[in-house]
């Protein structure tokens, strides 16, 4: 939450990307979100390895594999199935991101149904629960470069040696790198193109504005304009907020 309030939360280029492409990022912060963001996919990779480092011991008596029965590598980046190919998976990772620029563009654009600053992680949340739930099968729903490329370099530097990005012939790990990048623009330019492009000018300022209609029946109902609950009706350019009395 704390993060949310100063940066926004960015946990991922390429919603950052998305961002950008919609103007409520300056490009110039782009590259600097990137790392930010890859090195602390890194540093959350390196403190799970030193948390469950005896575990994983017990687990491969040291020997780090990639692929196998004792295969420990997909505890830290993504995978896929042995059998689904990569043109699969690359489709598969430029529709789940698809997804997730769209329900994030729609959730915190202004003006449209923008919930409270407090709710925004957990309708954030929500959603990337919902696309690993529906489409983590085949690869593991990387669905953002950094998530993936900083836990694969850390991998490739603690033990995995080269198998982290040579898996499958270097034929998979661009695959969670571009895809989602992809998916970013696509999921950018339909929100754009069916939604965005068809609000009204933005002044910048988006003034409350009270609904006269809405205040009169409530003054009939309750006699003072406020409803039983102690708010007043207010209309914030095109979804009703609630502001305490």
Same mark, same amino acid.
């Given at each position: 939450? #704390?993060? %949310?309030?100063?940066?926004?939360?960015? %946990?991922?280029? =390429?919603? +950052?990307?998305?961002?950008?492409?919609?103007?409520?990022?300056?490009?110039? #912060?782009?590259? &600097?979100?990137?790392?930010? *963001?890859?090195?602390? =996919? &890194?540093?959350?990779?390196?403190?799970?390895?030193?948390?469950?480092?005896?575990?994983?011991? $017990?687990?491969?008596?040291?020997?780090?594999?990639?692929?196998?029965?004792?295969?420990?590598?997909?505890?830290?980046?993504?995978?896929?199935? *042995?059998?689904?190919?990569?043109?699969?998976?690359?489709?598969?990772?430029? &529709?789940?991101?698809?997804?997730?620029?769209?329900?994030?563009? =729609?959730?915190? /654009?202004?003006?449209?149904?923008?919930?409270? +600053?407090?709710? %925004?992680?957990? =309708?954030?949340?929500?959603?990337?629960?919902?696309?690993?739930?529906?489409?983590?099968?085949?690869?593991?729903?990387?669905?953002?470069?950094?998530?993936?490329?900083?836990?694969?370099?850390?991998?490739?530097?603690?033990?995995?040696?080269?198998?982290?990005?040579?898996?499958? /012939?270097?034929? @998979?790990?661009?695959?969670?790198?571009?895809?989602?990048?992809?998916?970013?623009?696509?999921?950018?330019?339909?929100?754009?193109?069916?939604?965005?492009?068809? @609000?009204?000018?933005?002044?910048?300022?988006?003034?409350? *504005?009270?609904?006269?209609? %809405?205040?009169?029946?409530?003054? *009939?109902?309750?006699?003072?304009?406020?409803?039983? $609950?102690?708010?007043?009706?207010?209309?914030?350019?095109? $979804?009703?907020?609630?502001?305490?009395?």
């Amino acid at each position: 939450m #704390k993060f %949310l309030l100063q940066t926004g939360g960015s %946990l991922n280029p =390429a919603v +950052t990307l998305a961002l950008c492409l919609s103007g409520r990022v300056p490009w110039y #912060k782009w590259p &600097f979100y990137s790392i930010a *963001e890859l090195a602390g =996919a &890194f540093t959350a990779a390196a403190v799970q390895f030193g948390i469950y480092h005896d575990a994983l011991n $017990h687990y491969d008596s040291g020997y780090r594999q990639t692929t196998g029965e004792n295969a420990t590598a997909g505890i830290f980046a993504t995978y896929p199935q *042995e059998f689904v190919s990569t043109t699969n998976t690359f489709f598969d990772q430029v &529709f789940g991101t698809f997804l997730l620029i769209s329900c994030i563009l =729609a959730i915190t /654009d202004r003006r449209n149904m923008l919930p409270q +600053t407090g709710l %925004l992680p957990l =309708a954030l949340g929500s959603i990337v629960f919902a696309i690993g739930t529906s489409f983590g099968f085949n690869c593991g729903y990387a669905i953002n470069p950094a998530r993936d490329l900083g836990p694969r370099m850390f991998t490739a530097m603690a033990g995995w040696g080269k198998e982290p990005f040579s898996y499958r /012939d270097y034929n @998979w790990f661009w695959v969670p790198l571009v895809g989602p990048m992809v998916g970013s623009f696509l999921g950018w330019a339909v929100y754009a193109i069916t939604i965005e492009n068809h @609000w009204p000018p933005d002044d910048g300022n988006l003034k409350e *504005e009270v609904i006269t209609d %809405l205040d009169r029946g409530a003054s *009939e109902k309750h006699g003072d304009g406020f409803d039983n $609950h102690g708010y007043h009706k207010v209309y914030h350019v095109s $979804h009703f907020k609630r502001v305490k009395r």
